[in-house]
């Protein structure tokens, strides 16, 4: 019996002291939010203050300070997230992550980011201040990373401590610019479609643009051989450990539309969910500077802020840059390619991928003269049939450092659109508004021309230069609009109106979140922070309930059993919401996906399929498809001496909807609620192995909102039991210049990206229920409100 005793005894004690140096070990890694550390390069004690939900606001005697100070705030909270960002654009995933993250690593690798980014590099001003505020930002990180606290993801795959470059900076914004693009996703797809099936079956998808009826006012002052590239992309895209960009709504309503006459302002960027989530937010104050702005993960300057005089933010701009060209071989010599001139030699990079236990892999990628041969970083596409890819962002000057200085620095409208017009790539909606009452947007991008009838959704003719680009627009062309006489601009990633008469080929959303913004805009005139923090988290489509109604035109209601009849009678008095206890929203959006699949998937395969579901010419031609009972996807090709109607396949598919739901939640229509399907979890790289998931992921959460709402919580249709949200807004930012020093702001998760501090996810529930926190700017409330870190000068 003793020896029980002692053995329990004895294993009690090491568990009790296994816990407290787990603990301490845990307590030791936290960030550090008080006390003193000494720092490099600073002349002068510089004061962060952590407020309630983490947010750093420093307050610095100079700029350089403050930066550095920043660089190393940010890392602490975000150094995994940094290492992950800074190595995606030149392919160096697979030395952390093994053989997994080759492809990913083989397809940036090709891309020319990298090459792009050492160029634009070699001609910066060293002595500009947006130069010297980078290197001093980049000297906070690497402080940290030499003398701070390791990451516990750093140790658990291995990470082996690098200083952070200026080349990193331009590696991330080259991943942000190219994740922004849609071509890639979308022009394989449909010229397989064309060359298949012909012209006529891509009638129902608006090619032409006439299905984008809600744009945007300017106001100035062969078959199966293409799929794989999109299909490859795709799962590139959607499996990358940093999630990609993908909409946003922003709207910017002037004085004469707002209850105290000053300007308020709204953004929430749609971009794939993560954890830790996009942005960084911290305060700057120096005595001739002041910014509260949101940050990616190794950069210096926010794509987003705002201060006392004026606001920013952005959407998408959906525009297309990004063309596919079929190159021809020389066919008695594979080194040489086709052009204009005759054959001209392929140009070959060589790029060496380190992978994890593994051989190095190298890659030699041909270049011709519209960019790097797709068959060289994709499986699927066959070799004698070149793709090369022409990308605005690697071919126009790079200027984006100074352009995202100049946005966060400007010092009047005119200052700010000049930074505006230094962006080549990627096409954003840059918002603004300031306290002056002004309102505008400017669209991005170093915008170009084809040839007349060259039709860019699909894979174009390298060899003959006929659909080489033939003009590119000044930048006085591109979409914009100041002040207009409606009092307010917005964008919902839809589509600009036309300019000179050219409208803009892109890639743009339905009209479903421009539709519903612009129906709460119009009418009315007395806007407060309160109500336009109720729009942002709308959850209504003003289109859903138009498209029930077509769709239950096709049913014979005489027909129906007793569940599909409770099934019409809930859709016909729905109003379009996606609220948690909607029973409507499950309803439409699996006949939705039924619809889809029994109209699309026997022509296009399921991979195609797929594929198809991934694009945004899926969204925008639902509503429009519908409609033509004549359309050539009725007809179900797998069925021999038949001819299916829009009617059989509608039916059918409501059929089956029902019946998928009652074997997945019961008899009872009323329980089928929305918050039984629609649920989100904030995924770490890390947390996809079942044994970290709950250490490092944060929720699954029951959520409201859907696809193209204002609230818009993005899913993939599939046959799921639940819907996997894959992205959203990324933060809401409310900026009302009637009560500046109280904006409001709010993160999906929270803001450290360190799993063990109090901020890992301290913003989730309020994230979740359309809540809010200040955007503090007032230094007495938040010394009263925060811990206290100073930096003092190294005294070595």
């Known amino acids: 019996m003793k020896i029980v005793k002692k053995t329990l005894l004895f294993v009690v004690s090491l568990v009790v002291i296994l816990s407290t140096a787990i603990l301490a070990y845990g307590i030791y890694l936290r960030p550090k939010y008080d006390g003193k550390i000494e720092l490099k390069n600073i002349q002068k004690e510089t004061t962060v203050y952590f407020d309630d939900f983490g947010v750093p606001h420093i307050y610095a005697s100079n700029s350089k300070d403050a930066m550095v100070a920043l660089g190393y705030v940010h890392a602490q909270d975000r150094l995994w997230q940094m290492e992950l960002m800074r190595r995606i654009a030149p392919g160096r995933l697979s030395e952390i992550f093994g053989k997994v993250a080759l492809k990913n690593d083989k397809f940036f690798a090709g891309l020319g980011i990298e090459e792009a980014s050492e160029k634009a590099i070699a001609n910066l001003d060293k002595n500009s201040p947006s130069y010297q505020l980078t290197m001093a930002y980049l000297d906070g990180i690497n402080q940290y990373l030499e003398e701070g606290k390791t990451p516990i993801e750093f140790q658990l795959v291995g990470v082996k401590k690098e200083k952070f470059t200026i080349k990193d900076v331009y590696n991330i914004f080259g991943y942000m610019s190219f994740s922004f693009a849609m071509a890639q996703k979308t022009d394989p797809l449909m010229t397989d479609i064309k060359n298949k099936y012909g012209m006529n079956y891509l009638k129902d998808f608006g090619l032409d643009d006439s299905f984008n009826t809600v744009k945007i006012k300017n106001a100035k002052e062969k078959p199966e051989e293409y799929t794989a590239i999109s299909k490859s992309i795709t799962a590139l895209l959607d499996q990358s450990p940093i999630p990609p960009f993908i909409g946003s709504n922003s709207w910017v309503i002037g004085g004469k539309k707002t209850k105290s006459g000053k300007v308020i302002f709204a953004n929430d960027p749609h971009i794939g969910f993560s954890q830790p ?18 940050y990616l993960a190794g950069t210096p300057y926010p794509l987003l802020g705002h201060n006392r ?42 790029k060496t991928i380190k992978v994890k236990d593994s051989a190095d892999v190298v890659l030699n990628v041909k270049v011709t003269r519209h960019g790097p041969v797709m068959n060289d970083l994709i499986d699927g596409l066959d070799v004698k049939k070149p793709v090369a890819m022409s990308w605005i962002y690697t071919q126009q000057p790079i200027h984006i450092l100074d352009a995202v200085y100049m946005l966060s620095h400007a010092k009047s409208k005119a200052d700010f659109q000049k930074g505006v017009s230094l962006i080549a790539a990627p096409g ?29 959704h699909f894979i174009l003719d390298g060899a003959s230069g006929k659909d080489d680009i033939t003009d590119y627009l000044d930048f006085s062309k591109n979409p914009s609009a100041e002040n207009p006489d409606w009092n307010y601009v917005y964008s919902a990633n ?121 694009t945004h010419i899926m969204k ?177």
């Open 428 to 456: 954003l909606n840059v918002m603004y508004g300031d306290a002056k009452g002004n309102v505008a947007w400017w669209a991005t991008g170093k915008l170009y021309k084809h040839n007349q009838g060259v039709d860019t």
């Open 309 to 350: 005089d004026y606001t920013y933010g952005l959407t998408m701009f959906e525009n297309d840059d990004i063309d596919l060209y079929q190159e021809e071989n020389n066919p008695t010599d594979g080194n040489k390619y086709k052009t204009p001139e005759g054959f001209s030699d392929y140009k070959t990079r060589k």
């Open 620 to 796: 925008q031609m639902i509503a429009k498809q519908l409609l033509n009972a004549t359309s050539p996807w009725w007809d179900n090709i797998s069925t021999k001496n038949k001819m299916e109607s829009r009617e059989e396949i509608i039916s059918n598919s409501f059929k089956e909807a029902v019946a998928t739901l009652e074997k997945q939640l019961g008899n009872s229509v009323a329980d089928w609620t929305w918050n039984k399907v629609h649920v989100v979890e904030y995924e770490h790289p890390l947390g996809k192995i079942a044994a970290l998931r709950k250490i490092f992921n944060v929720g699954p959460f029951e959520v409201s909102g859907s696809n193209e709402v204002i609230n818009n919580q993005m899913f993939d249709y599939s046959n799921e039991e639940k819907y996997t949200i894959k992205g959203g807004p990324s933060t809401r930012r409310i900026v009302d210049f009637s009560d500046i020093e109280n904006s409001w702001s709010i993160l999906p998760t929270g803001q450290s990206g360190n799993p063990l501090s109090s901020h890992y996810s301290d913003q989730a529930e309020m994230y979740n229920q359309g809540k809010f926190r200040k955007m503090k700017l007032n230094k007495e409330e938040i010394v009263k409100t925060s811990t206290k870190l100073i930096f003092m000068p190294s005294k070595n």
């Open 277 to 294: 989530g996009t942005w960084y937010e911290a305060h700057i104050v120096t005595p001739e500077f002041e910014l509260y702005g949101c």
């Open 494 to 614: 839809n589509q600009p109106e036309a300019i000179d008469g050219f409208l803009y080929p892109g890639y743009y959303l339905p009209e479903d979140r421009a539709k519903r913004i612009t129906h709460l805009l119009d009418p009315k005139s007395d806007w407060d922070k309160e109500a336009v923090s109720k729009m942002i988290t709308d959850n209504t489509s003003s289109v859903a309930p138009e498209v029930v109604s077509n769709l239950i035109a096709n049913l014979d209601l005489k027909s129906l059993s007793n569940n599909e009849q409770a099934a019409v009678t809930v859709l016909k008095t729905w109003k379009g919401t996606s609220n948690l206890n909607d029973v409507a929203p499950t309803i439409y959006n699996k006949w939705i996906y039924l619809y889809l699949k029994n109209t699309f998937e026997d022509e296009l395969g399921a991979t195609g399929f797929k594929q198809f579901l991934s």
